[in-house]
């Protein structure tokens, strides 16, 4: 299982949808150094956040958690390693109702087998 905690600045929020029309970019993860390897990478939790209607979807305050699952394939090597990750995001500021473009960040995720079929994963 891989877990990710998102923090969102104070008095900001981001999109945990595309919006009622669609437009809006949702927090979004990519594990390309992972699916490149032959995992299978699915989210399993997400937070729940809050409907705003202001600006018709669900958003993000404060931090929130995501979960995935991480399936190995038989030819995966077992060893502790650091693959990266990618998040791409937009916040927006709640006070000037101003949003900033669209980015995208990546992260390393510190791999440790616990056993020969379950990797575990730590984000810092």
Same mark, same amino acid.
């Given at each position: 299982? #891989? /877990? $990710?905690?998102?923090?969102?600045?104070?008095? %900001? %929020?981001?999109?945990?949808?595309?919006?009622?029309? @669609?437009?809006? #970019?949702?927090?979004?993860?990519?594990?390309?150094?992972? =699916?490149? /390897?032959?995992?299978?990478?699915?989210?399993?939790?997400?937070? +729940?956040?809050?409907?705003? =209607? +202001? $600006?018709? &979807? *669900?958003?993000? /305050? @404060?931090?929130?958690?995501?979960?995935?699952?991480? =399936?190995?394939?038989?030819?995966?090597?077992?060893?502790?390693?650091? $693959?990266? &990750?990618?998040? +791409?995001? +937009? #916040?927006?500021?709640? $006070?000037?109702?101003?949003?900033?473009?669209?980015? &995208? *960040?990546?992260?390393?995720?510190?791999?440790?087998?616990?056993? &020969? *079929?379950?990797?575990?994963?730590?984000? =810092?």
């Amino acid at each position: 299982t #891989i /877990r $990710v905690a998102v923090p969102i600045p104070s008095d %900001h %929020h981001g999109y945990l949808d595309e919006g009622d029309e @669609g437009f809006l #970019i949702p927090l979004h993860f990519s594990f390309d150094s992972l =699916e490149e /390897r032959g995992f299978q990478v699915s989210e399993i939790a997400r937070p +729940q956040g809050v409907r705003d =209607e +202001q $600006v018709q &979807a *669900t958003i993000l /305050r @404060g931090s929130g958690d995501f979960a995935f699952r991480l =399936e190995a394939p038989s030819t995966a090597p077992l060893a502790d390693t650091t $693959v990266m &990750a990618a998040l +791409q995001y +937009q #916040i927006c500021n709640d $006070v000037t109702n101003i949003c900033y473009p669209p980015r &995208a *960040t990546e992260f390393p995720l510190r791999l440790k087998m616990a056993a &020969a *079929t379950s990797p575990i994963s730590s984000f =810092e």
